[in-house]
């Protein structure tokens, strides 16, 4: 079921900037979709930018993911803009990997990367909660789902625990490993929470993506990975409530 309003973090390159573009591109294009980044002004922005001259729908707000006070100026911008509506679909999808190891680890990069990938999603979920349980309350007659009322955390299948001896010596970042190991219990203790409320929390793993952050020798283009997240974000249901799963719908071991 195709979300009327989502919010995006991180969406001025990579997974984020690509899951606009092809949000756009769908039949029924969401009615509000939040492009959050952290420099609109940024000549980096350019590409989100235009996109918004030519989208009356595509929102670009600032948000900064390890600053409260920049969460909750982006809270109130959207507010504004949803004018009582509710948000159906939160993508935390803004995130960093350091090349950290075993011998190179440390405090600082430890707390950086988790600040990041794991603080920022706490309170970003927590600032917007309001209107994901408004989305919810909208629909009330409507199972689990994008349609109704979704949080979706993207993490990677290098924080499952389970698949580590397969995937440790040739990728060890560390810091990024354990920071996303968090999100994804931070994913099922939100699921646990926000079942109540009638929203579906879902933590999801994007492939290894030629962005930025997946480098140029990763398995799959920017475009197959939001193809496939697109189509698995139309049929998230209960039986995805706070569990990891890939692009292509599977169920990732934890
Ligand atoms: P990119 O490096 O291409 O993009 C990362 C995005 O996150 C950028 O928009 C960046 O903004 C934003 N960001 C980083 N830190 C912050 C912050 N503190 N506040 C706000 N925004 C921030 O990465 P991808 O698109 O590849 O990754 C997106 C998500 O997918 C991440 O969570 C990543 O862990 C996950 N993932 C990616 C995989 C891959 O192979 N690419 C594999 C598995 C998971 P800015 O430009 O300002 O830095």
């Known amino acids: 079921m195709a979300p009327q309003r989502i919010l995006i973090t991180g969406c001025n390159r990579g997974i984020g900037l690509e899951l606009v573009c092809q949000l756009l591109q769908q039949p029924s294009p969401p009615v509000q979709i939040f492009a959050t980044c952290r420099d609109p002004d940024s000549p980096q922005n350019q590409k989100l930018n235009d996109l918004a001259a030519q989208n009356p729908g595509v929102v670009v707000i600032k948000l900064?993911?390890?600053?409260?006070?920049?969460i909750q100026e982006a809270r109130k911008e959207v507010e504004k803009h949803l004018n009582g509506a509710g948000l159906n679909v939160l993508v935390n999808n803004a995130g960093i990997m350091t090349g950290s190891s075993l011998e190179s680890a440390n405090a600082d990069d430890m707390l950086n990367v988790y600040n990041t990938n794991v603080v920022g999603p706490l309170l970003i979920t927590r600032a917007f909660l309001p209107f994901l349980k408004k989305a919810a309350e909208e629909n009330p007659g409507k199972p689990l789902s994008c349609?109704?009322?979704?949080?979706?955390?993207?993490?990677?299948l290098l924080g499952s625990i389970e698949k580590t001896p397969e995937t440790f010596t040739p990728y060890p970042v560390l810091s990024y490993r354990c920071s996303k190991a968090a999100l994804n219990m931070l994913t099922r203790c939100q699921s646990e929470g926000y079942k109540k409320d009638g929203i579906?929390?879902?933590?999801?793993?994007p492939g290894w993506v030629q962005t930025d952050l997946g480098g140029p020798h990763a398995h799959l283009t920017?475009?197959?990975?939001?193809?496939g997240i697109?189509?698995?974000?139309?049929k998230l249901s209960e039986k995805h409530a706070g569990i990891l799963v890939n692009w292509e719908g599977d169920i990732v071991p934890w």
């Open 222 to 227: 920017v475009d197959q990975s939001v193809k």
């Open 230 to 234: 697109i189509k698995v974000l139309d």
């Open 64 to 70: 900064e993911a390890t600053n409260s006070q920049s």
């Open 200 to 205: 579906l929390c879902t933590a999801l793993h």
């Open 147 to 156: 349609g109704k009322s979704a949080l979706i955390n993207v993490s990677t």
